[in-house]
């Protein structure tokens, strides 16, 4: 069964840094497509950025030049460096990874809150 495991988020001052983490487990195969979405209250689940296993890398534009997805191929881990954070970037992030199959899996989420 795969399952995407996320770690990192929390509470953090505007101006402050945090980063995300993701492993998928259960899997031997390697994903082509990882990435990060968020979704704030009331709002729908938006793409934050994402990584091929080529190094390709898509961002959305409120946080270009703030954020930095990376990713271990081999561990099948992403991660999410976010930096100079805002408050209206506090929302739930949820791991996504995309097989060969184009089957799309979620991790559960973590809590990223930015306030002074």
């Known amino acids: 069964q795969v399952q995407l495991v996320e770690s990192g988020g929390g509470l953090v001052q505007p101006g402050g840094s945090l980063r995300l983490s993701c492993t998928v487990s259960g899997s031997s195969f390697n994903f082509p497509t990882m990435g990060w979405y968020r979704q704030a209250p009331g709002k729908q689940r938006e793409p934050v950025a994402t990584?091929?296993?080529?190094?390709?890398?898509n961002y959305a534009d409120s946080v270009k030049g703030r954020f930095t997805v990376s990713r271990e191929t081999t561990k099948n881990t992403v991660h999410l460096q976010m930096n100079n954070l805002k408050p209206e970037d506090t929302a739930e992030y949820y791991c996504?990874?995309?097989?060969?199959?184009?089957?799309?899996?979620w991790g559960q989420g973590t809590q990223v809150t930015v306030s002074s």
């Open positions: 990584v091929t296993r080529d190094g390709d890398t």
């Open positions: 996504n990874a995309i097989n060969i199959w184009r089957v799309s899996y």
